[in-house]
């Protein structure tokens, strides 16, 4: 494997965790973990690129080895985090800018947001979620009240080992030596002789904000980058949280200039399930900015 080496960063307030690859000097390339994640997450896609890239990974607020914030978090944060952090570690210029499922949706947004910012996007499996409706408002704030009643908590593994076969039941792709260790980014010392998910488990608390669909696309629509959409051919998981076809085709519509891939033999977590090949197409992309 690659080595990779850590920073902390100041970010509004939050000791932020940076996991960084390759010489500094090198063309930069900023990756986004998903909803649970950390950096360390993309290892094996670094591990299968073959040029000569400086890749930067947080983990965002409150997972991994970041600080966690409170009772609460807020997708907005996600923007002026990235923000803030690209102020520090590339204040000039256009970046490039990828992530994977929550972090992809960052990284969308954020192109539309300031696409004066960002020259490449690329979005590994990061769809958006179901527009909600308003009716669901007051329920969702009840259950969040109900939820602040009492402290959030992850289910506790027996060790690293339980946490790894845990990764490979939730994803029959990855391989055993991959999941054992994943398993040790993933997971943390839980103070009582087990291993919980790093991570600050008020995550797990419903986001009393509802989702809008159009203020994403709303997002989309102003993305001037081009944009390297990638998704796996098992697409279960999308069709899981209920983003069906018609919706899936209509957020690539908002984009200017997307170039879709699909990843055969792959899942939701396809920078695990086929790095070559995600390392591969991501490298053409970026090579082309300059052909």
């Known amino acids: 494997m690659k080595s990779s080496r850590s920073r902390f960063l100041e970010v509004r307030g939050v000791r932020y965790h940076v996991r960084e690859w390759g010489r500094e000097g090198a063309p930069?390339?900023?990756?986004?973990h998903g909803w649970m994640d950390v950096s360390a997450s993309f290892?094996?896609?670094?591990?299968?690129?073959?040029?000569?890239?400086?890749?930067?990974?947080?983990?965002?607020?409150?997972?991994?080895?970041?600080?966690?914030?409170?009772?609460?978090?807020?997708?907005?944060?996600?923007?002026?985090?990235?923000?803030?952090?690209?102020?520090?570690?590339?204040?000039?210029?256009?970046?490039?800018?990828?992530?994977?499922?929550?972090?992809?949706?960052?990284?969308?947004?954020?192109?539309?947001?300031?696409?004066?910012?960002?020259?490449?996007?690329?979005?590994?499996?990061?769809?958006?979620?179901?527009?909600?409706?308003?009716?669901?408002?007051?329920?969702?704030?009840?259950?969040?009240?109900?939820?602040?009643?009492?402290?959030?908590?992850?289910?506790?593994?027996?060790?690293?080992d339980t946490l790894a076969a845990r990764l490979c039941r939730d994803n029959p792709r990855l391989a055993a030596e991959q999941a054992v260790w994943l398993a040790r980014h993933l997971g943390e010392d839980d103070g009582q002789g087990g291993i919980r998910l790093a991570g600050d488990p008020a995550h797990r608390r419903v986001n009393p904000v509802l989702y809008r669909r159009a203020e994403s696309e709303a997002c989309w629509r102003r993305v001037s980058a081009p944009v390297l959409w990638l998704e796996p051919d098992d697409q279960s998981v999308r069709q899981r949280i209920g983003v069906?076809?018609?919706?899936?085709?209509?957020?690539?519509?908002?984009?200017?200039?997307?170039?879709?891939?699909?990843?055969?033999?792959?899942?939701?977590?396809?920078?695990?399930?086929?790095?070559?090949?995600?390392?591969?197409?991501?490298?053409?992309?970026?090579?082309?900015?300059?052909?």
């Open 28 to 32: 930069r390339l900023f990756l986004l």
């Open 43 to 160: 290892q094996f896609i670094v591990d299968a690129l073959e040029g000569d890239w400086h890749v930067i990974a947080p983990d965002w607020r409150g997972f991994g080895l970041s600080q966690w914030c409170g009772d609460a978090y807020w997708f907005p944060d996600y923007f002026a985090d990235l923000d803030a952090i690209l102020e520090q570690l590339q204040p000039n210029g256009e970046v490039r800018l990828g992530g994977h499922s929550l972090g992809g949706n960052v990284a969308l947004m954020y192109a539309g947001i300031r696409p004066s910012r960002v020259g490449r996007v690329v979005v590994m499996d990061g769809f958006g979620l179901v527009d909600r409706s308003p009716e669901e408002a007051p329920g969702r704030y009840e259950k969040w009240l109900h939820d602040l009643r009492s402290p959030a908590q992850f289910r506790p593994y027996a060790d690293f």
């Open 244 to 291: 069906n076809d018609e919706s899936h085709e209509s957020a690539k519509a908002c984009l200017r200039d997307v170039r879709v891939a699909t990843i055969t033999d792959a899942g939701h977590n396809l920078h695990h399930d086929q790095p070559q090949q995600v390392a591969g197409i991501i490298e053409a992309f970026l090579r082309s900015e300059h052909a």
